[in-house]
């Protein structure tokens, strides 16, 4: 059991609880972006979304939502909020469990996505069909 998360939702970790259902546990991330930075896991330990049923991953959102809504209604400084989850090492994943941040965000809070030198460049349509054929191909 080397999953920090995994050691969360048995308790063998000290947590800040801000919901916890049948499926899922939210609590405060320890290093936040931004005060009010909340991480949602599933309480069985799937290490990438596509080993996730739809209906959890629906689950997850409908969670999302809600502390969405809650944070808005807080006190805590909130002009929008992201919902950010990195599937995979390469895409930022820290922790190989699944978890979803949900980040209130106000103007100039010094958050943001770099995005790479190439991103102004648009590629052809004719790319851009290829490209969408290769992934509805896979579509369930």
């Not at 998360?5 to 320890?30: G, H, N, Q, T």
């Given at each position: 059991?080397?999953?920090?998360f995994?050691?969360?939702?048995?308790?063998?970790?000290?947590?800040?609880?801000?919901?916890?259902?049948?499926?899922?546990?939210?609590?405060?991330?320890?290093?936040?972006?931004?005060?009010?930075?909340?991480l949602?896991?599933?309480?069985?330990?799937?290490?990438?979304?596509?080993?996730?049923?739809?209906?959890?991953?629906?689950?997850?959102?409908?969670?999302?939502?809600?502390?969405?809504?809650a944070?808005?209604?807080?006190?805590?400084?909130?002009?929008?909020?992201?919902?950010?989850?990195?599937?995979?090492?390469?895409?930022?994943?820290?922790?190989?469990?699944?978890?979803?941040?949900?980040?209130?965000r106000?103007?100039g809070?010094g958050?943001?996505?770099?995005?790479?030198?190439?991103?102004?460049?648009?590629?052809?349509?004719?790319?851009?069909?290829r490209?969408?054929?290769?992934?509805?191909?896979?579509?369930?």
């Amino acid at each position: 059991m080397g999953c920090i998360f995994c050691k969360i939702i048995k308790e063998k970790l000290p947590y800040s609880r801000v919901y916890e259902d049948e499926d899922f546990l939210a609590f405060m991330d320890i290093k936040p972006i931004n005060k009010g930075h909340v991480l949602i896991v599933p309480k069985k330990h799937f290490e990438l979304v596509s080993e996730m049923d739809k209906t959890d991953m629906s689950k997850m959102i409908v969670v999302a939502e809600k502390i969405n809504s809650a944070i808005r209604k807080s006190e805590i400084r909130c002009k929008g909020i992201n919902f950010f989850l990195a599937d995979g090492k390469a895409a930022g994943q820290e922790v190989p469990h699944v978890h979803l941040h949900v980040i209130p965000r106000f103007l100039g809070d010094g958050f943001g996505f770099k995005f790479p030198d190439n991103y102004e460049n648009k590629p052809p349509r004719k790319e851009l069909e290829r490209l969408a054929e290769k992934i509805k191909r896979k579509l369930d």
